[in-house]
């Protein structure tokens, strides 16, 4: 089984500062990652994924992350952040199979509060 | 990009009584729909996989007679949260499989409903 491990409940950093929120996971197969931002009772948005191919992902909003197999991390950074990244930032991994009969389950981790101030 | 709705978006009703939650895809069909649960400051709890045309698959520890699941057609899901105790206060989002093409393997992008934040009293 796989797991998505967010070690930072909180984060706290002042607006234009950069920021690295953190994601490691343990799989025994590959996986597809992702992370997702959600506003306060909202839905969650796609941030940005990773399938295959350059280990740095750039998403929307300025956000990129990037994949590092050894250390099995997909951290997430941004070098400015703003007032309006104030939010919770999941990580998720799909793991792929041989076969693609059903669909995938995403596994989520707990989740970081990003709390930006001026 | 795909979009999926919830409706409705807030709920309050009395302990006792019974809610039910739509979710829609509304540009592209879906014959498979998730259920989440989210309580403050936690991650996404899978509750159950919705299926078109056939019974929905729970996950272990979710009572499938409290919470009903209906996918009537493929375009809505259906959650009914049945004898609403204030312990079923929760936010509940719903998403939805768009299959890509991914780098090795073909996958799912899930596409979230706004969600529904429901309280009983």
């Known amino acids: 089984a796989q797991s998505v491990t967010q070690l930072d409940s909180q984060v706290p950093v002042f607006e234009e500062a950069p920021v690295e929120l953190r994601c490691n996971y343990s799989s025994s197969v590959s996986v597809y990652l992702f992370w997702y931002v959600q506003y306060p009772n909202q839905g969650l948005q796609l941030l940005l994924k990773y399938l295959s191919g350059s280990t740095l992902v750039k998403g929307i909003n300025g956000f990129e992350a990037e994949f590092n197999k050894s250390q099995t991390s997909f951290h997430l950074r941004k070098p400015s952040v703003h007032i309006s990244d104030t939010a919770e930032y999941f990580c998720a991994v799909i793991r792929l199979r041989r076969a693609n009969t059903g669909f995938q389950k995403l596994v989520f981790g707990t989740g970081t509060r990003l709390l930006v101030s001026p | 990009g795909a979009v999926v709705s919830q409706h409705p978006s807030r709920v309050i009703c009395k302990s006792g009584t019974s809610v039910k939650i739509e979710c829609r895809s509304l540009?592209?069909?879906?014959?498979?729909m998730f259920w989440y649960r989210q309580f403050p400051k936690q991650s996404l709890m899978l509750m159950a996989t919705?299926?078109?045309?056939?019974?929905?698959?729970?996950e272990q520890g979710v009572e499938k007679d409290k919470f009903l699941i209906n996918h009537a057609s493929l375009t809505l899901s259906t959650l009914t949260v049945t004898s609403a105790h204030p312990e079923d206060s929760s936010f509940y989002i719903c998403s939805a499989p768009f299959r890509r093409e991914g780098g090795v393997s073909s996958y799912n992008e899930q596409f979230f409903g706004p969600g529904t934040r429901l309280t009983v009293l």
């Open positions: 919705s299926n078109e045309g056939s019974k929905a698959t729970y």
């Open positions: 540009d592209f069909q879906a014959t498979t």
